[in-house]
């Protein structure tokens, strides 16, 4: 198992002259300890069930308290184990004697190292399964926001090629205006060449202007009649 909460509990007879820090189970204590947890773990259902929505998801005393995971009536469960082996009481001192004095207080209250395994054995599935229930909730979010962004990117893409029309029917029209002003301004410059050049026969100053003209295009020899 990859959670060995029993390497903490497994009781180890030191020979002696040596010291117990760092020392191991026997073989056969450490496959007992191993079979006693997988017994342990296997009495737990492997997804946890919650009664009641859990409002504040980084409270993990309502996620417990959803899975119905109670403390008992000794009052020993792995989180008061985990508050005491950090307790100045027994920081600092070495893995046995923590490990020994929890023992002690558990014989004490008439509790079972069993019953304290298995409180967190049950307090770890339900925080898995609460992740997992967390996981499919933000994988729900996420797919239903891709998809709302992929409506908005097409809507913007319809409204962008739909003013983009716009545009080029506005650009199309003053350029059919600049087109329709030319070709009369052309019109004009010769109707206004015609005028000149029949006025120039009977003036020395040709009052008719030709829009666009070079000075002096305009036949100014011609006198005027007498």
């Given at each position: 198992?990859?959670?060995?909460?029993?390497?903490?509990?497994?009781?180890?007879?030191?020979?002696?002259?040596?010291?117990?820090?760092?020392?191991?189970?026997?073989?056969?204590?450490?496959?007992?300890a191993a079979r006693m947890v997988a017994e342990i773990a296997a009495s737990v259902p492997a997804v946890s069930t919650f009664s009641a929505p859990v409002k504040d998801p980084t409270s993990f005393a309502e996620i417990y308290n959803a899975a119905e995971i109670a403390t008992p009536q000794h009052g020993y469960t792995i989180l008061k184990i985990a508050s005491m082996l950090q307790s100045e009481h027994l920081r600092g001192l070495s893995p046995d004697v923590k490990r020994s004095?929890?023992?002690?207080?558990?014989?004490?209250?008439?509790?079972?190292?069993?019953?304290?395994i298995q409180d967190a054995v049950r307090r770890d599935r339900?925080?898995?399964?609460?992740?997992?229930?967390?996981?499919?909730?933000?994988?729900?979010?996420?797919?239903?926001?891709?998809?709302?962004?992929?409506k908005i990117e097409a809507e913007m893409n319809q409204m962008l090629a739909e003013y983009r029309a716009r545009i080029q029917a506005n650009n199309d029209a003053v350029a059919k205006e600049n087109e329709r002003f030319a070709t009369w301004q052309a019109k004009k410059q010769a109707e206004e060449r015609t005028i000149a050049d029949a006025v120039s026969y009977f003036v020395t100053e040709n009052p008719i202007t030709v829009s666009g003209a070079p000075a002096g295009s305009t036949n100014s020899a011609a006198k005027p009649a007498k």
């Open positions: 198992m990859s959670k060995k909460w029993y390497n903490l509990f497994v009781t180890v007879d030191t020979p002696a002259g040596e010291s117990g820090e760092g020392a191991e189970a026997p073989q056969g204590e450490r496959a007992d004095s929890i023992l002690v207080a558990l014989e004490a209250a008439g509790a079972k190292i069993d019953d304290v339900a925080l898995d399964s609460f992740e997992t229930l967390l996981a499919k909730s933000r994988s729900a979010v996420e797919a239903s926001k891709i998809e709302e962004n992929r």
